[in-house]
């Protein structure tokens, strides 16, 4: 049985081997595909002197260590984005100061406001993108091939956009996108998931649907994509975040759905529960309670074994574990009929 198991793993996840990457074994009263790092939060309330906290951030391996990008929120609550390093994915060193980015036109004008990156390995190059304020929230973006020097690139949309999240591959020879337009502010008027394709990075197009919030309470408010799209033999393996409203506040849980891997507009099984929701005291009280938002995850093809990185309250960054085949079988018996 072991080994039928084993076959089922490796074939499901399309990735590169991770030996050294952060795992836990899941707990023997586990009852969900996910489970939390026994020690989380791993980055806590204000782990540098001129950081309030450390949230919505993402890592890739590098070498036989990790490298992530951050989300620091300073002392003043200006968000910026940091370098950081790990031996083990776990304990973090991140540099004081912002990453300072190459710009190829004045008129972009200088990163002061940059939040929520995801981190995207395409052919020979790392890709960054993030929330990037320029007359409104739209999709920032930048390259580096050693992290040292960022070169930044043409904004990929009009404000107002959040939560871009590029695919790790061409698809279709084009390179490929999800992001959640939406509007000022905490404005719910725009709150679903597109894709959209380019031939460049620079110009856009093409755009279509993915998956609208709802059906399900969980998710009426409004979604985002998440880490960037995992793929596997049976489709793209999109995590994402739902939001519902309460009579108090928002609550922000972690979804999942599998796209089509040709045509990634096209949903395969979209499930009707969330795989988390916040429990724990760290994703239920802090700057923003009731909150888990995934934006980082570190896949191993050899195991099938998941890294899930989120920020939780918006104040800590965590861990969930998970294996690849428990949360595409799951997506599938719970599928929306």
């Not at 409004?222 to 799209?229: A, C, Q, S, W």
Request: proline share 8%; net charge negative.
């Amino acid at each position: 049985m072991k080994n039928e198991m084993d076959a089922i793993v490796k074939t499901a996840l399309i990735a590169d081997a991770v030996p050294n990457m952060p795992w836990e074994p899941k707990p023997a009263d586990c009852k969900e595909v996910v489970w939390r790092h026994s020690k989380n939060p791993i980055i806590d309330l204000h782990p540098m002197p001129k950081a309030r906290s450390v949230f919505n951030s993402c890592v890739i391996p590098w070498k036989d260590h990790f490298l992530g990008v951050f989300r620091v929120d300073s002392l003043s609550m200006d968000p910026m984005l940091h370098l950081g390093t790990s031996p083990d994915g776990l304990d973090w060193s991140i540099e004081e100061e912002p990453i300072t980015f190459i710009s190829p036109d004045p008129a972009l004008g200088k990163v002061t406001n940059a939040y929520d990156p995801r981190l995207c390995k395409i052919d020979d190059k790392y890709y960054i993108t993030w929330c990037n304020s320029y007359y409104g929230a739209t999709i920032g973006q930048a390259w580096t091939t050693d992290f040292k020097t960022f070169h930044q690139m043409e904004n990929a949309f009009l404000p107002f956009n959040r939560n871009g999240v590029l695919f790790p591959k061409k698809i279709n020879g084009k390179f490929a996108m999800l992001s959640r337009p939406m509007g000022l502010g905490m404005a719910v008027n725009y709150g679903d998931i597109f894709f959209s394709e380019s031939p460049d990075l620079t110009y856009w197009g093409k755009h279509r649907i993915v998956f609208t919030r709802g059906p399900g309470k969980w998710e009426r408010v409004k979604i985002g994509p998440g880490p960037i799209p995992i793929e596997t033999t049976e489709g793209w393996l999109l995590l994402y975040h739902g939001v519902t409203d309460t009579c108090d506040s928002f609550v922000y849980s972690m979804g999942a759905a599998l796209l089509d891997l040709n045509e990634p507009s096209k949903v395969l099984y979209r499930c009707q529960f969330p795989l988390m929701t916040p429990e724990k005291i760290y994703e239920t009280a802090g700057y923003v309670g009731n909150v888990v938002f995934p934006t980082g995850v570190i896949a191993d093809g050899d195991t099938g074994r998941l890294a899930v990185y989120y920020g939780a309250a918006d104040t800590y960054t965590a861990v969930v574990y998970a294996h690849i085949d428990e949360i595409i079988a799951y997506v599938k018996e719970h599928a929306w009929k």
